[in-house]
């Protein structure tokens, strides 16, 4: 066999990725879309950067008695917003596309103890700031952000009409 300088194996053809069947729980076939009453949020106990600091808050995301993702609140100081409260979410791979990751923002601001929540995501993140919008955040237009910016700010009248009926 002659000595052509490549590494042995370097020429073969990569093997398909086999396909694996869903998890327990997950409709095979297409997506079907998640009843928005089925999506709930869990309180948990964060970690280190998702929802364990100084006015940080966690949630597992939950479709039934399934954890399906995680959503947490971060105060960060970041220009040009200064410090404010940022939201990540992560939906597992199975669960995209199929309206939970709209319901869980949507909990999530509802649930939290900060009135006005930020998210920063990539601009190709088409779906994720889709989702986002159906939660009622709207994006920020200001100079020098890089990111895609969204905002939601809770309702002052309905916050200060519950605030009085406690007292």
């Not at 490549?6 to 997506?31: D, E, N």
Request: glycine content about 14%; aromatic content about 4%; hydrophobic content about 30%.
């Amino acid at each position: 066999m002659a000595n052509t300088g490549k590494k042995p194996g370097t020429g073969r053809r990569r093997q398909p990725r086999r396909r694996t069947a869903p998890p327990a729980g997950v409709p095979s076939g297409l997506r079907e879309p998640v009843a928005p009453g089925d999506v709930t949020l869990r309180k948990g106990k964060g970690s280190r950067g998702r929802g364990a600091g100084q006015g940080g808050e966690y949630w597992h995301i939950e479709v039934g008695e399934q954890r399906v993702g995680s959503v947490y609140v971060n105060v960060i100081d970041e220009q040009p917003l200064g410090e404010h409260a940022s939201l990540q979410i992560q939906i597992s791979k199975p669960w995209q596309g199929r309206g939970v990751g709209r319901t869980a923002y949507a909990l999530a601001v509802t649930a939290s103890q900060h009135r006005t929540i930020y998210l920063h995501m990539r601009r190709s993140n088409v779906a994720s700031a889709r989702a986002a919008q159906h939660a009622g955040f709207r994006e920020v237009v200001l100079p020098g952000l890089r990111q895609c910016v969204m905002v939601s700010r809770k309702d002052d009248s309905a916050s200060s009409s519950s605030a009085s009926a406690g007292e």
